[in-house]
């Protein structure tokens, strides 16, 4: 049977070519849209993390529900011996403390409504590093980092009174590296309090609402504006995100209920959530498209197909081949032409991803932010898995409905044919 049907596939080469290459396509084209949109969904994941909020976040209890209220009522007071006992989980690489502020930032002649986090400088410099990458390495164009600088360096610890500024901070204070700027806050007490700063650089996230209002100062120097020596929050950094949870379940284990919460970036990244969910719709509809597509033309190359071997099907009937064979000849030859048409598109999708992520996708800058970046198709085997599995099956099903009607021809009619 199976070498009949070998032997049936390659009678029409050129219409069994064009059924391969249809089917070929379709399946590349899948991993290759799938892998483009994994490579989104990687980098925004990564810059989020990276940029912003750090892979698990601890605070008091009560802080994520009611500190925005009253911010100073939910500190961590005592946030190194925290911090120790946090380093010591596994996966676990850093932890960095942060105390957030709101308040005003004032050039001498204008002031500018702020949001701003007291940071251990070092520790954040790593934790913004990071570099996306395509499947972990490539020599290609190397896409810009989470936490990007426009213009001059990073906060260092030597910089006891320096100030890193939002993009959009500094373009509406016509801030740049060198010049002076003030922050002015209220403290828990209800004093106003201020302190002179010095811009060291001007940064840029994926973010451009979080740019247009943010500033990031040494944690000395917030502690000193607000009069209180703690923090709001613990971040950790951890050396792979897929150990998020297991982190997670291990915090809660590790600090009491009563006094301590925690949320991972999941859970932080309203903004990422959304992205993922439409993407994820979108590429359904395309995996659809796809799928109706390759069906369609597989039909179509079946039906012409068996009207052409009418006469062949009759005479099989003829000498004793039963309906059930008849059928069962045709849907194999078409399981076959699947698995050739799947492996030959995973094979085609596999190279074509390789060849386009050595060289890199400009793209434009995505929305709410201000910056292009370099996208690559990333090869995931659970989509080139899926692109071969609907390859595969659109050409099986095609042939169920052909085989079944070319089985029930009357033999005399069939013959006729001939």
């Known amino acids: 049977m199976i070498k009949l049907a070998f032997r049936n596939i390659f009678r029409q080469k050129m219409r069994t070519t064009l059924t391969l290459g249809a089917i070929a396509f379709g399946t ?152 002076s700027a003030t922050v002015l806050l209220n403290t828990p007490e209800g004093a106003l309090n201020s302190l002179d700063f010095q811009v060291v650089g001007v940064f840029r996230t994926y973010s451009k609402d979080y740019d247009d209002r943010a500033v990031r100062i040494p944690l000395a120097a917030a502690q000193e504006l607000v009069t209180r020596k703690a923090v709001h929050a613990l971040v950790l950094s951890l050396d792979e995100t897929s150990a998020t949870d297991a982190v997670a379940a291990a915090v809660a284990r590790e600090l009491p209920a009563k006094e301590y919460e925690s949320k991972t970036w999941l859970s932080l990244a309203d903004f990422y959530q959304k992205t993922v969910a439409l993407y994820r719709r979108q590429f359904g509809v395309l995996q659809l498209i796809t799928l109706c597509m390759v069906l369609l033309t597989v039909a179509n190359s079946v039906n012409m197909t068996i009207f052409e071997r009418t006469g062949e099907v009759g005479t099989m009937m003829a000498l004793g081949n039963k309906q059930h064979e008849v059928r069962r000849l045709i849907v194999v030859e078409n399981v076959i032409l699947g698995l050739m048409g799947g492996l030959l598109g995973a094979g085609l999708g596999v190279g074509l991803a390789t060849a386009i992520s050595a060289l890199g996708i400009p793209m434009p800058p995505p929305p709410n932010a201000d910056a292009g970046y370099v996208a690559y198709i990333r090869i995931v085997p659970s989509i080139v898995v899926e692109a071969f599995a609907a390859g595969f099956l659109a050409t099986s099903i095609a042939a169920f409905f052909p085989a079944r009607r070319a089985s029930r021809l009357p033999v005399v009619e069939a013959l006729r044919q001939n």
């Open 28 to 179: 590349a084209g899948l991993i290759i849209s799938g892998g483009f949109v994994e490579d989104i969904f990687v980098q925004l994941r990564e810059a989020t993390i990276h940029a912003q909020l750090g892979h698990l976040q601890v605070y008091r209890a009560g802080y994520y529900s009611y500190g925005r209220r009253a911010p100073y009522q939910y500190m961590i007071e005592k946030p190194e011996a925290l911090a120790e006992r946090l380093r010591k989980l596994a996966h676990v690489v850093d932890v960095l403390p942060r105390l957030q502020f709101a308040g005003l930032l004032s050039n001498g002649r204008a002031n500018y409504s702020i949001v701003g986090d007291g940071v251990d400088p070092a520790r954040e410099a790593r934790l913004g590093d990071y570099v996306p990458s395509w499947m972990g390495k490539t020599s290609g164009p190397v896409p810009h980092r989470a936490f990007m600088l426009v213009a001059g360096r990073q906060l260092a610890d030597r910089d006891a009174l320096g100030i890193l500024v939002g993009e959009g901070v500094a373009s509406a204070l016509k801030l740049s590296p060198g010049d």
